[in-house]
Structure formats: C-alpha cells, structure tokens
C-alpha cells in the first residue's frame, strides 16, 4: 500500500505531529514548461520555505476538512455516528477521534478498507505509551513539543513496515 | 402523373417514377428521429410560444398554430407517399379522414396508431381521438401554475391542419389531459388501472356544420 | 439494500433537490439542509486540493489538450458508521449525493440511472430553469419507479 501522510491533532486544533512520503516527482521537460498547479508540491531546488508553508497550509486545511465532515455527518446520521474515511480517485482519507478529542488522520492510496483499527493502535500502543506515559513530555503539546520523542518515531516506524497492510 | 421522362419545364421524374418525393428522408423504413433532438427542439418552441402569451389558452393556441402547416402539409405527403395508389386519394368522408389520422399520421408521427377513436355521445359534430401517452409530452413536468395547460396542443394543431387541408373545417382541435380523472374515476371503482396512463390526452375534434351537411348527403347517396 | 436520500447541488452550490426514500438520516430543516449542501460544496473543492500525489500531466503532445483529463476529482465516497453516501460529479458540476447503507452494492449504477433520469425529466422539461429548485413530477416518479423497484 502506499501511505501518503499521517497527521496528529489535539483537541486545540494544532497538529503536533505530521509525516509525509509524497514521493518526489520526476522533472519531465513538459511539467516544466507548463505553470505549476496549486496543488503540486514544486520540484525545484531553492523553494524549501515555500514547500515548508504549503505543509502547514495542508495541515490546516486538513484539519479544517475533517471537522466541518465531523459536523456534517454527525448532524445528519445524529450524534453518535462517526464520520470514518472518505475517497478521491486519487487518495483515501482515514480519520479517527479519540475520547479525549484528539484526531489521527492517514492519507493512503485508494484501494485500503478503512484503517480505523490501525489509527486506534497507533494511539493505544504508541501515542499512549510513549507519549503521555512519558515522564518528561508535557501534558499539552503546543508545537508538537513532546509528541516527537525517539520512542514514539521508532515505535511508528516498525508499526508502518510491520503492522499496516501491505 | 407523366410516366415519360422527357426533359421539360417543371419536375423532372426519372424513368422508374420516384422521384425524391417518393422517397424517406431516412433510407430505412423504421429509422428514427433523435428523441432527445426533439425535445431540447419543443423546449424551444415552447418557450418561443410563452413569449407574449397571455395566459394558457393563448399559449395553447400559439402552439396549435405551430402545428397546423405541419398538418397541411403531412396530408400532401403523406397521400403522395402511400404505396397503394387506391389509398392515395384524399379521404372525403368523415370516417376515413379520422382512421388516416389516427393510423397513417400517427404512424408517421410517433411510430404507432392512436389508441382510440370515438365519437362524442352528446355533440354528433365532436370525435375524439385518445392518446394514452402523448409522445411529445415525454419529458414535460407541468409546474403548478401551468397546470391546465397540454403541450400536445402542438399536435392539435397538426390534426387540425390535416382536416383543413382535406377539405373538412373544424371549429378547432384542442387536446385535454384525462388521465387524472379517469384516475379518480378508476380509484372511486376501486384503484383497477388508477393513474397507468397518466399522461393520457384527447384531442377534440369538432367540425363546422358544412361539413356534416355534406357528409349526411354523402352518406344518402351511397345508400340510395 | 436501502437507499436513504438523494441530494442533487448545482454547479453554484446551492440545494437544487432533496429527496427522502427511507428514514435513517436525521430530519433537517430545510436551512440546516441548504447549509449543509453548501459546505458539502466548499469541502469538495477544498479535497480536491488536498491531493498528495497528482497525476503528471501526461499529454501526449500529438492530441490537443482536453480540459477533462488528469483533472483531480474531490471527495467520490464518505463512509461513517451509519451511512456511506456516494458523490457523483458531472462535467457540468452538477453533483448527485445518494446516502445509502454502508454496505450498499452497486452504487454507481444507480446514481447512473439517477443521472439518466435528471437528463431525460428535468434537462429535456421546458418549464425548468438551470440552477433551480426542481420540480419535476415525472423526475419524482421515476426515481420512485427505480428506486423501490430495486429495494
């Protein structure tokens, strides 16, 4: 399966952890030649702050996004209807919320179920253990402080290569 | 008709007599018209017609009048098209005329025969020919102020100018919708049939008195 | 297999049409369903947007671009866990929302036939304006034929 991006929201709506795999897109002398769409990341050399404030752009309409589906689904299912995942023909998006309101967002390509369980996972066995049971990590984590611990990034990997679908 | 082919003022026919008169515009017998071509085409002349329109009856009456040079000038082509040269003649009683509009017309029109053709129990000047489903109203949803309105006036119009155009007057040709209360009346009986032909419409026929003058007459010479 | 409710918004965002076949979703008001309609509108182009990966423009240079291809499509399928609701975009932007079960099969055919029938009752009636409310007794017909025919 191909995973595009993961993304970690606390209930103050900033995301405090996010990774992304776009994989980099060969410069073929046509694309070059044509204006660059808003949504394509640039594959120049010397635009990182560009490709930095488009991520946080992403982020933020990613969170927007989720929430106002929330809304939406849970106005007209009612309140105890969960809004799961939704589709494009060219990505899959999966959501879950935890109790405590946090929210854990995955872009994959199209063809996965829903990874609901698998968010669940990453929260109860890895955010869980090697976030909040941390000693030194603070209780809210403003900037993501905390939330990127040496624990939590390998513990991730391995659930990434060993655990998800392939 | 000249059977020979020599070269002269007017129409030439060439040696086996048909002309490009005799012939389908569609080369095969059954070919169709784009059903969908027609109907963004009637939307047009529906909304040419509501241009202006004071209200429904006048609506109707300007798609009657779109209709009838179409029936005057089918009545032509049609007699002209006919393989039976016995059929070709323009029809003189009343009879006939209807039987060719509900079967040669109609077919010609809209691919099959009328579903019915009566005549009118209290007025012996009015016939009524029934339309279960009046092609041209396949696709039209009245809105609620329009309700009374039938688009099929247009094909009113076409029958009335085939009966113009054959010599039989009519004081008009209007269409109805019945469907619905033929649905009541179906529903008070017990609902057998309620609302199957929704759509169903007739069209009112009614001749001048001349012509039933000359049809009585007629009628006495064949008996006598 | 049950079919909720169909949503049709035009091309502008606006709620052209509501259509309750089963009971299962919450009952809106009518505003609540115009505003739903018209952020439904906004976070489809917003997922449209969002796309990680976009295809590479791969046109040959022999053919004359066409404004249909390689174009990104927003959000097509939502699940949650009482519904599915499938969205179907025309080349016009008109888009059609069938709420189904989540186990629905089929889905695409039926919005199919839905397309066919909005094509055929409401397009081809003269007494309909583009981008309004539709009020169509045959469309409404039909989609009863169709739909609890298959139900």
């Known amino acids: 399966m191909v995973l595009y991006s993961f993304y970690i929201f606390d209930r103050h709506t900033e995301c405090i952890y996010s990774r992304r795999w776009t994989p980099a897109r060969p410069t073929s002398s046509s694309s070059k030649a044509r204006p660059q769409s808003e949504g394509s990341i640039a594959s120049n050399g010397d635009n990182s702050t560009q490709q ?34 939704y589709r494009t023909t060219e990505y899959k998006l999966h959501y879950y919320e935890t109790p405590t309101r946090m929210k854990f967002v995955m872009l994959t390509d199209t063809k996965q179920n829903n990874l609901r369980p698998y968010l669940h996972q990453i929260w109860a066995n890895l ?38 679908p392939a | 008709m000249s059977s020979s082919s020599t070269p002269g003022p007017g129409l030439r026919y060439p040696s086996n007599k048909k002309t490009i008169y005799d012939r389908n515009l569609n080369r095969t017998k059954n070919a169709e018209l784009s059903r969908a071509a027609f109907a963004y085409l009637f939307i047009e002349m529906i909304s040419y017609a509501q241009r202006g329109a004071k209200d429904v009856g006048d609506l109707e009456q300007r798609l009657n009048n779109q209709g009838y040079p179409l029936g005057v000038r089918l009545l032509d082509l049609l007699l ?23 079967q040669q017309l109609y077919r010609h029109l809209f691919g099959r025969p009328a579903d019915a053709l009566e005549r009118s129990g209290s007025d012996a000047a009015q016939y009524m020919i029934f339309d279960n489903e009046p092609m041209v109203n396949t696709y039209i949803s009245l809105p609620r102020e329009l309700s009374s309105l039938n688009c099929a006036a247009f094909v009113a119009g076409i029958i009335e100018g085939v009966c113009d155009g054959a010599g039989f007057p009519t004081e008009g040709v209007s269409a109805h919708s019945v469907g619905e209360q033929e649905a009541e009346a179906a529903g008070a009986e017990g609902k057998k049939g309620a609302a199957m032909w929704p759509g169903k419409t007739v069209f009112l026929i009614k001749f001048k008195k001349e012509v039933l003058e000359r049809e009585e007459i007629l009628a006495r010479g064949t008996s006598g | ?117 909005y094509a055929d009752f409401v397009m081809k009636n003269p007494f309909y304006t583009v981008e309004m409310p539709v009020r169509c007794e045959k469309f409404d017909r039909g989609l009863d034929g169709f739909v609890k025919v298959r139900g």
């Open chain 3, 1 to 117: 297999m049950v079919v909720f409710a169909l949503f049709i918004i035009s091309k502008s965002g606006g709620l052209i049409y509501n259509r309750e076949f089963h009971t299962g979703l919450n009952k809106l008001s009518s505003n609540d369903l115009l505003m739903v309609a018209g952020s439904f509108h906004g976070m489809h182009e917003i997922t449209k947007q969002l796309c990680p990966n976009p295809p590479p423009p791969t046109i040959p240079s022999n053919t004359a671009p066409t404004p249909f291809a390689a174009r990104a499509t927003g959000l097509e399928v939502l699940e949650t866990s009482q519904f599915r609701m499938q969205c179907f975009q025309t080349l016009t932007g008109v888009k059609f929302l069938l709420f189904t079960e989540p186990q629905q099969p089929n889905i695409d055919t039926i919005l199919k036939k839905i397309y066919e029938l």
């Open chain 1, 127 to 164: 955010y869980v253990e090697y976030v909040v049971k941390n000693p030194l990590a603070p209780v809210e984590h403003p900037g993501g402080i905390g939330v990127a611990n040496e624990m939590f990034e390998r513990g991730l990997e391995t659930f990434f290569v060993a655990v998800l």
């Open chain 2, 80 to 102: 002209t098209r006919s393989a039976n040269p016995l059929s070709s003649i323009r029809p003189t009683r009343i009879l006939p005329l209807l039987q060719f509009i509900a």
């Open chain 1, 52 to 85: 930095a404030r488009k991520h946080t752009d992403d982020e933020k309409l990613i969170f927007g996004l989720v929430f106002s589906l929330r809304n939406m689904v849970q106005k007209l299912g009612g309140e105890d209807d969960t809004f799961l995942s």
